[in-house]
């Protein structure tokens, strides 16, 4: 029977990992385990998983540590596993480019829907049509994920691309952060705001080379983006 998705998961408690494996491979998921931080590394490295469910505290390289090196070269799907639900470890988490994140102890049923879900919106936006769109010395292209900023390639993170490009989807209007974060990270959490301006600020500053402060700041409100050259 064919798989749905190969998924990594990052565990150091092999109980929790026992329960997580055999719960994905009953939705038809083919799974591998990682043990530790390195060894997650090593892993994605090698292979091109679907997904990776990655807890936070693990040996030799934290969750954190992980998240940050895996997104320096992949946008691979990430829930991170926290024992804390405490909003600095959201953040953090979704700075760092995680796409979800759920908190232990955890019904094995709601983490499989979990990766239900964020498969769902990875495979939509993989089917969507070719766009770009074009503004004076700035170029997103969706379908190739890339962005010019006056004619050299910007690096940008799989969350700093999706705002940015929901931004400039809809210029002239203006967003509040709650919208922002419903957009773009497919869930609101109360206080999280600067989460948006987090990336507002990265964003802007590689955005500099065209000359156009593209993201306007509507104090009170939010974000809107903006053509007016400097």
């Not at 390289?61 to 992949?74: F, L, P, Y």
């Amino acid at each position: 029977m064919p798989t749905l998705a190969t998924i990594l998961v990052v565990e150091d408690e092999r109980p929790v990992c026992d329960l997580v494996r055999a719960y994905l491979e009953k939705n038809l998921f083919e799974v591998e385990i990682a043990f530790d931080g390195y060894e997650a590394l090593k892993k994605s490295a090698e292979t091109n998983f679907d997904l990776i469910i990655l807890d936070i505290m693990l040996p030799k390289a934290d969750g954190w540590t992980v998240c940050r090196e895996i997104r320096k070269s992949s946008s691979v799907p990430i829930i991170m596993v926290t024992a804390k639900a405490e909003e600095f470890d959201r953040v953090l988490g979704l700075e760092l480019g995680a796409d979800d994140y759920i908190t232990k102890p955890f019904s094995p049923r709601e983490l499989v829907a979990r990766v239900k879900a964020v498969l769902r919106r990875t495979q939509k936006a993989g089917q969507e049509k070719h766009e770009v769109l074009n503004y004076p010395h700035l170029t997103i292209d969706r379908t190739a994920n890339r962005v010019e900023v006056a004619g050299q390639e910007a690096q940008l993170t799989p969350k700093e691309f999706e705002l940015l490009w929901f931004l400039a989807s809809h210029p002239e209007r203006a967003f509040t952060r709650e919208q922002l974060l419903e957009v773009v990270w497919g869930y609101s959490y109360f206080g999280d705001a600067r989460t948006v301006d987090t990336h507002v600020r990265r964003l802007r500053d590689k955005l500099r080379p065209a000359g156009i402060s593209y993201i306007k700041t509507i104090w009170g409100r939010g974000y809107k983006f903006e053509i007016k050259e400097n």
